[in-house]
């Protein structure tokens, strides 16, 4: 068979290498890839958001089966057009991803159907906005409507601070047509879980859960960034948690999509915050987390691809999910400065990896035989053990045997967990 994955990041390498365990699969195309993927995928220089540039390569290619894996060319609909052409693709159609895609309608949705998440108000006009905050007074916060590249959003502490972000998104334009619409919600607290979950529109099968450490720098201190490390399971995700979430969010998050006429199909993935007053939801991503894949996908015992086209031909309910019950770590190596401002070209030497142990390559070219950072995120360091502690212990080996001069990591990913089980 072969397969096109869409996307050139560390969660398109760990989609391709799980992918890759089906022996029927002989060719996977990674557009656009990057030069750690070119190790297991034939690399093509076509941008995950070139549309129509990807449908003629799939077309060119008679290529069997799609995975579109980043949220931008799942706005965009690159589902609905490789299907237009025969290709069966894995991710939700255009009018689903819009759960993503916009915080204004994933926030109305769940207020229709009693999907419990912070209470909010959504605002297009920018002194309605600011009125707002003063209203409600700080901590708040504000969000852009639109796809932000995880950057929209503002935790204020004080109320001048939210209405500069405000004034930044609707005034001056900070992320662009994304954030001429804002959504200004109640400031909540509690343990974040990451769950994402494979569904057809009709059964939800969440994956192991996850943790994210957003923050730049050890003590989740510095800027936000685009994740920098991840363990697998959550120690906060209990089986009553569990229970209460499928009840009260899963599956009336997938029946109100349904109840829309906007059937989401592919990986939903559930950004969850376990308050005092029981798990909410922060966010909808319509596809698999980076860097959460880097963690869950190594412990999917069942076989991605059988799962993925069970997803796509609606036969999930009689298709085995089942996932290891051991632990996984993956430990994020940046370029120094990242996310703020970093230099690419930087080179990278990988240690051998032995089993249970990856490295997901999330920017890097190869020039002259040599591989070279390009980009913020450049690696994840991922190890899979018996326990979460001895997981974080070797995913650290790991990160400390790449060569790697320009590079820094968290030297406290999994410790938040850690001290949770310790509790
Ligand atoms: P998002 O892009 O919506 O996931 O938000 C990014 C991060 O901001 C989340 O992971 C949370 O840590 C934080 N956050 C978002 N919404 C809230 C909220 N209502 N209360 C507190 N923190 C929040
Ligand atoms: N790690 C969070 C995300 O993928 O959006």
């Not at 209470?119 to 969000?143: C, H, Q, R, W």
């Not at 006429?261 to 698999?288: A, Q």
């Not at 089993?355 to 690696?379: C, F, M, N, Q, T």
Request: charged share 25%; proline share 5%.
């Amino acid at each position: 068979m072969k397969i096109l994955v869409v996307g050139g990041g560390g969660r398109e390498h760990a989609i391709i290498k799980a992918l890759k365990k089906n022996p029927a699969v002989d060719t996977v195309y990674a557009l656009p890839g990057n030069g750690g993927i070119a190790a297991d995928a034939v690399c093509v220089p076509i941008g995950a958001t070139e549309i129509e540039k990807i449908v003629a390569f799939a077309a060119e290619k008679k290529v069997d089966y799609a995975v579109v894996a980043p949220d931008d060319p799942l706005a965009l609909g690159c589902v609905d057009e490789l299907e237009k052409i025969g290709v069966p693709a894995f991710g939700p159609h255009k009018n689903a991803a819009i759960i993503e895609a916009s915080k204004a309608f994933s926030k109305a949705l769940m207020k229709k159907y009693g999907i419990p998440t912070a209470s909010f108000e959504t605002f297009t006009n920018m002194d309605k906005a600011l009125a707002y905050v003063d209203k409600v007074g700080a901590p708040i916060v504000v969000k852009a409507d639109g796809l932000a590249l995880g950057k929209g959003v503002t935790v204020a502490q004080t109320v001048g601070e939210a209405k500069r972000a405000v004034r930044e998104m609707m005034a001056e334009g900070k992320f662009g047509a994304s954030g001429s619409t804002v959504v200004i919600e109640e400031y909540l607290e509690g343990p974040e879980v990451s769950v994402l979950s494979f569904t057809d529109g009709s059964v939800v099968v969440p994956m192991v859960s996850s943790m994210d450490h957003k923050r730049a720098h050890d003590g989740d201190t510095g800027p936000n960034t685009g994740g920098m490390g991840t363990v697998a399971p959550n120690p906060y995700y209990t089986p009553e948690v569990a229970e209460r979430c499928m009840k009260e969010i899963f599956l009336p998050t997938v029946q109100a999509m349904n109840a829309e006429g906007r059937t989401f199909k592919g990986c939903l993935y559930f950004g969850l915050m376990i308050t005092g007053d029981g798990p909410k939801v922060i966010e909808y991503n319509c596809r698999f987390g980076d860097p959460e894949t880097q963690v869950v996908l190594p412990l999917l015992e069942s076989d991605l691809l059988t799962v993925m086209r069970a997803v796509t031909e609606g036969r999930l309910r009689d298709t085995e999910v089942k996932f290891s019950d051991r632990s996984a770590c993956c430990v994020v190596l940046a370029s120094q400065g990242y996310p703020v401002k970093y230099q690419s070209g930087c080179e990278i030497v990988l240690p051998a990896t032995g089993p249970d142990r990856e490295i997901y390559v999330a920017g890097a070219e190869v020039r002259d035989g040599k591989l070279l950072s390009h980009g913020g995120r450049v690696l994840g360091c991922v190890a899979v053990e018996d326990t979460l502690e001895e997981a974080v212990r070797s995913a650290y080996k790991v990160a400390d045997a790449v060569k790697f001069e320009n590079g820094f990591c968290r030297r406290d990913i999994g410790k938040r967990a850690l001290d949770a089980l310790k509790k």
